[in-house]
């Protein structure tokens, strides 16, 4: 499988600006940076797979808005410290996922980072899927690209390149809003043995730079 291409190269150099704007010793605090940014081009390329398995236009849109998703996150823990500390801190003790304990302190990161995409001006779609990637199909604001990539980053927590434990998702549901089956995405979890290679390295990659 050809996981990258140069537009997905270059995306990630946009990623990389992005989250190069969160300098605070605070960033990501209490989470191996490595393991953020492998989980993030993990759940870029998963979310494009998918697409393409659906035959989605410009399928590179769908990687960037996969690299993009947890953005929030960094805002939380750069710009409000005792917050993302409260969070780490209810993670642990509970044994809940990050998503559940952002919400219980009122801060979930898909609200924060569709704030940030709409006030730097990022495409609509990027803000739209950024705030609805961890809502049910059913509900009202739910969107396509938003669901691929709640799909895409359940599947990277299943492999084992998520951050803690897994966020529930309603699979047999999603899938079936999707248009896909559990076969297909069975067959695609199966072909991931060389993803977290690869985005190791490119995790090595950034290290080097930033």
Known sequence: IVYLGFSEVRNIALGLSIFGLFKSKNAMKGINQEVFWTHAIATATVTRMLALELDEEDTEVFFTAGLLHDIGRIAISSCFPKEWADILRVTKEEGCPLLIAERKVGLPHCLIGAWLAKNWGLPKIYERTI???????????????????????????????????AP???????????????????????????????????TDVIGNVT
């Open 168 to 202: 529930s998702i309603q699979r047999p549901v999603l899938i079936a809003y999707l248009g896909l089956t559990e076969g297909m995405v069975d067959e695609l979890e199966e072909q991931l043995g060389e993803l977290e290679g690869i985005a190791t390295t490119i």
């Open 131 to 165: 705030a609805t990637h961890h809502l049910p199909v059913k509900h009202p604001k739910a969107t396509r690209m938003g669901a691929l990539v709640q799909l895409a980053d359940y599947i990277c927590h299943k492999i084992g390149m998520g951050l803690f434990s």
